[in-house]
């Protein structure tokens, strides 16, 4: 049975990323995932990309450290090898200029895109987003610190869902499996190591250079969200000119789960407009 995580591969910098590429629209659309335990570019975006593909391009990659994307032996991961990473990829695929949606630590790198390559980039949604300072939260500090078992990923699933419609054993199940694939716990566990505020800092861009983004971005939050603090997002809004916030009531940390139908909808007329 072939595994729907895995797609197409290609050569950024010194090591292969592993990457979704659907529809042909005009417009592109790059999706960035978050740092849950077991995470993939597919498993974050899956729900989203069959719809939003039929009317824009979108590029969905594992970004390093996570899911099927290279491991390359020493390689640091900190926000300069995933900036390089995304800008390789673009590169690589002859892709000039994007849109780009950032979900939580995706977020967080996506505000450092835009920041270090203004010109590459379009539109911004930020999902969720680390990026502004904040303390660490229990959520956080459950998802980063998780180590393998069905039971914990079944804790992490509720901690990320508001509702427990979204918490099936079938999911947790899901989760847990790719959590303990060969190098996924490894190089997860390294990547946030306690005091894990430390983590949090080392993805925080510069106020006066969030001030200074120019692009249009949408800014959306889970008012429940557990894992990163609505203050974040209320936080970018006030930061960048030209943004908008849309906060979904009775919504945890996974918007383009918890509240698909809705998200997909504000994401094509945002980028639209």
């Given at each position: 049975?072939?595994?729907?995580?895995?797609?197409?591969?290609?050569?950024?910098?010194?090591?292969?990323?592993?990457?979704?590429d659907?529809?042909?629209?005009k417009?592109?659309?790059?999706?960035?995932?978050?740092?849950?335990?077991?995470?993939?570019?597919f498993?974050?975006?899956?729900?989203?990309?069959?719809?939003?593909?039929?009317?824009?391009r979108?590029?969905?990659?594992?970004m390093?450290?996570?899911?099927?994307t290279?491991?390359?032996?020493g390689?640091?991961?900190?926000?300069?090898?995933?900036?390089?990473?995304a800008?390789?990829?673009?590169?690589?695929?002859?892709?000039?200029?994007?849109n780009?949606?950032g979900n939580?630590?995706?977020?967080?790198?996506?505000?450092?895109?835009?920041?270090?390559?203004?010109?590459?980039?379009?539109?911004?949604?930020?999902m969720?987003?680390?990026?502004?300072?904040?303390?660490?939260?229990?959520?956080?500090?459950?998802?980063?610190g998780?180590?393998?078992?069905?039971d914990?990923?079944?804790?992490?699933?509720?901690?990320?869902?508001y509702?427990?419609?979204?918490?099936?054993?079938?999911l947790?199940?899901?989760?847990?499996e790719?959590?303990?694939?060969?190098?996924?716990?490894?190089?997860?566990?390294?990547?946030?190591?306690?005091?894990?505020?430390?983590?949090?800092?080392?993805?925080n861009?510069?106020?006066?250079?969030?001030k200074?983004?120019p692009?249009?971005?949408?800014?959306?939050h889970?008012?429940?969200?557990?894992?990163?603090?609505?203050?974040?997002?209320?936080?970018?809004?006030?930061?960048?000119?030209?943004?908008?916030?849309?906060?979904?009531g009775?919504?945890?940390?996974?918007?383009q789960?918890?509240?698909?139908?809705?998200?997909?909808?504000?994401?094509?007329?945002?980028?639209?407009?």
């Amino acid at each position: 049975m072939s595994n729907p995580e895995i797609a197409k591969s290609i050569k950024t910098g010194n090591f292969n990323t592993n990457y979704h590429d659907l529809g042909e629209g005009k417009e592109t659309i790059m999706f960035i995932h978050g740092s849950g335990p077991g995470v993939t570019a597919f498993a974050n975006w899956r729900l989203c990309m069959p719809e939003l593909s039929k009317k824009f391009r979108i590029i969905a990659p594992d970004m390093v450290g996570f899911g099927y994307t290279d491991r390359p032996d020493g390689i640091v991961y900190n926000m300069d090898t995933w900036v390089q990473q995304a800008i390789d990829l673009m590169d690589s695929l002859g892709i000039e200029q994007t849109n780009l949606v950032g979900n939580s630590f995706g977020g967080a790198l996506a505000v450092a895109l835009v920041i270090k390559y203004p010109k590459r980039f379009k539109k911004v949604v930020l999902m969720g987003a680390v990026g502004v300072q904040h303390d660490l939260t229990y959520g956080l500090d459950r998802a980063w610190g998780y180590t393998p078992s069905f039971d914990n990923m079944r804790e992490m699933l509720d901690i990320f869902a508001y509702s427990r419609d979204f918490v099936t054993d079938e999911l947790a199940k899901l989760r847990y499996e790719a959590s303990i694939r060969p190098g996924f716990q490894e190089s997860f566990s390294s990547m946030f190591p306690a005091p894990r505020q430390n983590g949090i800092d080392a993805m925080n861009s510069d106020e006066q250079d969030i001030k200074n983004i120019p692009h249009d971005t949408l800014i959306i939050h889970g008012r429940e969200d557990k894992v990163i603090p609505l203050s974040n997002s209320i936080k970018f809004n006030q930061l960048i000119k030209k943004s908008q916030l849309h906060v979904f009531g009775e919504c945890g940390h996974w918007t383009q789960i918890e509240h698909k139908d809705r998200f997909i909808k504000l994401v094509d007329n945002f980028i639209s407009e």
